[in-house]
């Protein structure tokens, strides 16, 4: 009898191995990240489940089988639960899950894992087992227990609410395309599907349980959509924040600096367009590169920024503010531009007339002081020792320009005819008390 078959049949269950190998590659990424722990638990245990329906089929010997099959349900029975919380987290109602509610989900889990590992001594998963070799690869035939349907039915109405909550977070959405609905449609049906055409048999011959195989490839479907189409992730947490008709411009990225969502002031600002989307923003927008490594981790950043729009240059205030979900976790961060041209304008033109001001004003020499006078010449002596006459010394000092001319006492002692003259035409001034 030959220990272990090696069969053509087995490479649904090779590739998913692959396929979930794939998102553990992807989801270590994001390790430091709810979604990327959640991620990364829903796939391994799916490579694990996948990988014993390889050892399961391939041994040949009942006792072998049965192991396999045994250890197996570590990952069936982790599976749905981690499905569950990863669209949780992904439509942000993770936030609703309390340390009780965790405890309730795990609970039918971990009884079944019980139960399959005590099976020998009460038959409620599973008897009458025997190995039918009539095929390609041999198999278990069995009946199954009470307790079997009961855990059964859990774990297929956890994949259904799983779906439903995918199904509203799509109806709420207001951006919607039509790849982005054919994609969730397969994310959300897939994994379970499988499931129950191999519980009820409803394809004759079935001998390989594809439910490890198809929820693989929702991983696989639910990374590349998060990637390249935006699904989900950080944006449902900022959409509270942004108004797609908001006149400043709006740029959405997630905690690796990926794009991910933008109004359209940002898309007219930048030239976006859908190819931009899940791409690393400093390789997309190179005005903003040189800011990417001061925002750190940062709670919030402010910086004067300028920007050519419509051919024009003009200055934005840019502020940068992260966004966390209810356990303090970044998930991404919100760039925020308000067009400030105008103020800096006002600002600019405000600065030349204080400057102008301030110009005109150090240009006049106030005299202040005592000053050292002649009591018959009326000369000012300067801080040099040398006299000067009162006009000249005045006008060195100050932009006062003189005008000479004789007062009313001065003209009757040098022109009295004159004076005479004057003083009966009346156009005489009078002399000061």
């Not at 150090?362 to 005299?367: G, S």
């Not at 022109?415 to 008390?433: C, I, M, N, T």
Request: proline share 3%; glycine share 4%; net charge positive.
């Amino acid at each position: 009898m030959v220990y272990f078959t090696v069969s053509i049949y087995y490479l649904p269950l090779v590739v998913a191995v692959f396929l979930c190998l794939v998102v553990i590659h992807y989801a270590w990424q994001y390790r430091h990240f709810q979604i990327g722990k959640s991620m990364l638990v829903l796939a391994i245990a799916s490579c694990w489940w996948s990988f014993g329906n390889v050892m399961e089929y391939g041994f040949n010997t009942l006792r072998m089988k049965q192991l396999w099959s045994d250890l197996e349900y570590l990952g069936i029975e982790t599976v749905p639960v981690a499905w569950l919380i990863v669209v949780m987290v992904l439509t942000d109602y993770f936030k609703r899950l309390s340390k009780r509610h965790i405890f309730l989900l795990i609970l039918i889990p971990v009884i079944t894992l019980f139960m399959v590992f005590t099976n020998p001594y009460h038959g409620l998963m599973r008897s009458n087992m025997v190995v039918d070799a009539n095929g390609p690869f041999s198999i278990i035939r069995k009946d199954y227990g009470a307790w079997f349907w009961i855990s059964a039915a859990y774990n297929n109405v956890v994949m259904i609410l799983a779906t439903a909550l995918l199904f509203r977070d799509l109806l709420k959405r207001k951006n919607k395309d039509r790849r982005s609905v054919i994609l969730l449609i397969f994310i959300a049906l897939l994994p379970w599907i499988g499931n129950t055409i191999y519980i009820l048999k409803l394809i004759p011959g079935m001998r390989i349980d594809l439910s490890a195989s198809t929820l693989s490839l929702s991983g696989i479907l639910m990374t590349f959509g998060i990637t390249r189409f935006q699904l989900m992730g950080v944006v449902p947490i900022a959409r509270r924040f942004v108004i797609e008709d908001l006149a400043d411009p709006i740029l959405i990225v997630d905690g690796m600096n990926r794009i991910m969502d933008y109004n359209r002031s940002c898309q007219r600002l930048f030239n976006l367009s859908v190819n931009n989307l899940a791409k690393p923003l400093e390789e997309n927008l190179a005005p903003l590169k040189e800011f990417i490594p001061q925002v750190g981790e940062v709670e919030f950043f402010r910086r004067e920024v300028q920007l050519t729009d419509n051919a024009q240059v003009k200055t934005y205030d840019l502020r940068i503010n992260a966004l966390y979900n209810r356990r303090q976790k970044l998930r991404g961060r919100i760039f925020h531009f308000t067009d400030i041209s105008d103020h800096k304008k006002a600002e600019s033109e405000r600065e030349r007339m204080i400057t102008e001001l301030q110009k005109a004003l150090n240009e006049v020499n106030t005299l202040s002081g005592f000053l050292p006078i002649c009591s018959k010449c009326k000369k000012i002596r300067d801080d040099e020792g040398y006299w000067n006459e009162v006009e000249l010394f005045i006008s060195k000092r100050s932009n006062i320009q003189f005008s000479h001319g004789l007062c009313k006492d001065c003209m009757k002692e040098i022109y009295p005819e004159e004076y005479e003259r004057l003083e009966k035409k009346g156009k005489l001034v009078k002399s000061s008390k």
